[in-house]
């Protein structure tokens, strides 16, 4: 099955390819790998998904978040491969940052939201390694930020 039947499938609605804000490309292809900007946490009706996980929002709202993120990327990698997400081989790793309190522990549990959402796309072709990061702020405020590497054909 392709990548875009599998989304199809899933009904999944991936949101525009954001340009990027800053003096950064949102993705670079070098040999046969492409690199995704980090992605911030924005739900679908365009608006940030901003807060601190364990004080202002859940560990499950922070998977959501997460989820969002991964919908980003994806919608970064179709653009990048010209809409053809057949063109991807691999996802190589993403790394997941989460806006957190100092004594929050779950990171691995809310970037499974960005993980599990690849996974369901991509199968094994999706499965990745990963960090998943704490910090004490992310760009404007949101919960959660996570970018890729993908493996080109």
């Given at each position: 099955m392709s990548f875009q039947k599998k989304i199809d499938e899933l009904k999944i609605k991936l949101p525009e390819a954001k340009p990027p804000v800053g003096s950064y490309v949102a993705t670079k292809i070098t040999g046969n790998l492409l690199?995704?900007?980090g992605q911030i946490s924005?739900?679908?009706n365009g608006e940030l998904i901003k807060g601190k996980i364990g004080k202002d929002l859940s560990t499950e709202q922070g998977y959501d978040a997460a989820k969002r993120c991964g919908l980003s990327i994806v919608a970064q990698a179709k653009v990048a491969c010209n809409g053809d997400l057949s063109k991807i081989k691999s996802c190589i790793k993403l790394t997941g940052f989460v806006n957190s309190t100092e004594d929050f522990t779950e990171q691995p549990k809310v970037?499974?939201?960005?993980?599990d959402l690849i996974a369901s796309i991509f199968g094994d072709v999706g499965m990745h390694t990963r960090a998943a990061v704490s910090t004490n702020s992310l760009p404007l405020g949101v919960s959660v930020e996570v970018d890729a590497i993908f493996e080109l054909n």
């Amino acid at each position: 099955m392709s990548f875009q039947k599998k989304i199809d499938e899933l009904k999944i609605k991936l949101p525009e390819a954001k340009p990027p804000v800053g003096s950064y490309v949102a993705t670079k292809i070098t040999g046969n790998l492409l690199f995704i900007s980090g992605q911030i946490s924005m739900a679908e009706n365009g608006e940030l998904i901003k807060g601190k996980i364990g004080k202002d929002l859940s560990t499950e709202q922070g998977y959501d978040a997460a989820k969002r993120c991964g919908l980003s990327i994806v919608a970064q990698a179709k653009v990048a491969c010209n809409g053809d997400l057949s063109k991807i081989k691999s996802c190589i790793k993403l790394t997941g940052f989460v806006n957190s309190t100092e004594d929050f522990t779950e990171q691995p549990k809310v970037i499974n939201g960005a993980s599990d959402l690849i996974a369901s796309i991509f199968g094994d072709v999706g499965m990745h390694t990963r960090a998943a990061v704490s910090t004490n702020s992310l760009p404007l405020g949101v919960s959660v930020e996570v970018d890729a590497i993908f493996e080109l054909n």
